[in-house]
């Protein structure tokens, strides 16, 4: 192959990065995203008080769906590398039913949390955004669907919509964030963490009750980094 095609050739495969202004961890906004794209109003994001057994009491039940909120740092990056290294070794058993999509686009955690609770709760889900997703990405690779979130422009309209919908302003696209979203959901019985960043779906073993068991997970993510103050969750909860 040619100088020439070879450069063409890489073009081809890398496509530019693509960068999001970050969701807010409100439950407001999550909310409207979901309520206006074709999830009934009878279940919605609600606050998390607090990791301990007494405040996670106060989450109303059923719960379809915990997202976590917890800071970027070196301990947790070296976790993560060494965790997913040492799952590559052990080969989980992962349930056929898990549907799983990778992060490509910056600061689109939020986003994909979001669609990795509704995508393992398919029966939430009515017609519109999110029904559409789901159905194309249902017999793609994680990364055919990476790509499928990519060239979604009513996704990325969305996106924007909510990012600028906080109560706060948002940063300046070009601001480096350190605080990531990851989802909690169960399936066939068994707590499921859900991470774009990382390769594949992390199964931490069977779960009767799924607020009590991801919130033993967030407690370990916060046992690991205690010098830091920006963790904090919501549940997707049936209201009434």
């Known amino acids: ?14 496509r530019p990065k693509l960068k999001w202004l970050p969701l807010e961890a409100n439950p407001e906004v999550w909310n409207k995203v979901f309520h206006e794209n074709g999830i009934s109003n009878e279940w919605a994001f609600n606050d998390v008080y607090g990791f301990d057994p007494e405040l996670l009491g106060f989450v109303p039940r059923p719960v379809a769906a915990m997202i976590f909120l917890y800071p970027i740092t070196e301990a947790a990056e070296q976790f993560r590398h060494e965790e997913e290294a040492a799952l590559v070794k052990k080969e989980q058993d992962i349930s056929p039913d898990v549907m799983f999509f990778k ?3 910056s600061n ?3 986003m994909m949390a979001l669609i990795h609770a509704l995508a393992n709760n398919k029966e939430l889900v009515g017609s519109g ?10 017999n793609m690779t994680p990364d055919e669907r990476a790509e499928l979130l990519e060239s979604n422009e009513k996704l990325a309209s969305v996106h924007k919509d909510a990012g600028d919908e906080g109560q706060t302003r948002p940063p300046p696209l070009e601001e480096r964030i350190d605080l990531h ?3 909690f959901v169960e399936v066939d019985g068994h707590l499921y963490e859900l991470d774009g960043r990382k390769s594949f779906p992390i199964n931490h073993g069977r779960c009767t009750d799924l607020v009590e068991c991801s919130a033993k997970v967030m407690r370990k993510f916060i046992e690991r980094d205690p010098g830091h103050e920006n963790y904090s969750a919501i549940a997707l909860s049936k209201l009434g």
Do not use: P, R, Y
């Not at 192959?1 to 890398?14: G, H, I, K, L």
């Not at 955004?129 to 249902?138: G, M, R, T």
């Open 1 to 14: 192959m040619s100088t020439e095609q070879n450069q063409q050739s890489e073009q081809t495969v890398q």
């Open 103 to 105: 992060q490509t686009i």
């Open 108 to 110: 689109a955690c939020g």
């Open 129 to 138: 955004l999110f029904h559409d997703i789901i159905e194309k990405a249902k």
């Open 181 to 183: 979203f990851i989802c």
